[in-house]
């Protein structure tokens, strides 16, 4: 069994995307997160942003993993930036579970040139453990592959691996 579980919310695609990319390279279990929100469309869009301004959390849908969540080393979670936050989805995952975590890094996700890096000391408001990694990725950006491969480079240095 893998020591690392990469839990993610994607609502277009692009951190499923970055995500099983990541799970691949760690060797590590994946789960997608949902919520029973309809987030699909323009209306969908601006409903996300809404929520993130809000700060608005509703519940994460029932979701399992192989092994309890404290069990794993590290727990990577990925979410997209909306306006300028965590998806309302992660930030329930993380009210829930944040304190069962050991230790966390973070993935995020972007369509704009800023990289959002702020959207990690939100995330640590609910991980108590904190983030011992994180990237802020845009799909088809120049640099992706460079810092998603720094990331992992981070990642594996923390485990211990080569």
């Not at 069994?1 to 839990?7: K, N, R, T």
């Not at 060797?27 to 469309?41: F, H, K, P, T, W």
């Not at 230790?103 to 983030?131: P, W």
């Not at 990725?137 to 691996?161: N, P, T």
Request: contains cysteine; proline residues 2%.
């Amino acid at each position: 069994m893998s020591d690392v579980l990469c839990i993610y919310y994607s609502r277009t695609g692009k951190t499923k995307r970055a995500m099983g990319e990541i799970a691949q390279a760690l060797d590590a279990d994946l789960v997608e997160l949902r919520d029973s929100v309809n987030r699909s469309g323009f209306m969908g869009w601006l409903r996300c942003g809404l929520d993130a301004m809000r700060r608005t959390t509703p519940p994460v849908q029932s979701f399992e993993t192989p092994r309890a969540m404290k069990d794993y080393r590290l727990v990577v979670v990925g979410t997209p930036v909306w306006a300028g936050r965590c998806s309302s989805v992660i930030r329930d995952f993380l009210k829930r579970y944040g304190k069962d975590l050991q230790n966390a890094a973070y993935v995020i996700t972007r369509g704009s040139e800023d990289k959002n890096e702020e959207v990690f000391e939100q995330m640590d408001l609910y991980a108590v453990c904190g983030h011992q990694a994180a990237v802020s990725l845009r799909s088809g950006s120049v640099g992706y592959a460079f810092w998603q491969e720094e990331f992992l480079r981070q990642v594996r240095d923390f485990l211990g691996r080569k």
